[in-house]
């Protein structure tokens, strides 16, 4: 799975709200909606806070491109 579905289906699984995830990673509503809508990549350091919020749910690594995605870029 690619990190925004991960992340969705992290928010969906905790029923955690955007407003407050994005209180607990010190970012904007906004960047969070980005986030799950596959709209916006995180910062190495969004993705890391995001990774230990969720308690490893979310990994940092689920929003690197794999080779293949990158192949066919």
Do not use: F, Q
């Not at 690619?2 to 904007?28: F, I, K, Q």
């Not at 990549?41 to 293949?68: C, D, F, Q, Y």
């Amino acid at each position: 799975m690619t990190g925004p579905a991960v992340l969705r289906a992290w928010m969906a699984t905790h029923n955690r709200r955007s407003a407050d995830l994005a209180e607990e990673l010190g970012v904007s509503v906004s960047y969070v909606s980005k986030l799950r809508r596959g709209r916006l990549v995180p910062s190495r350091t969004t993705a890391i806070a995001l990774e230990h919020v969720s308690k490893g749910a979310v990994s940092a690594a689920a929003w690197v491109p794999s080779v293949e995605d990158r192949a066919a870029a």
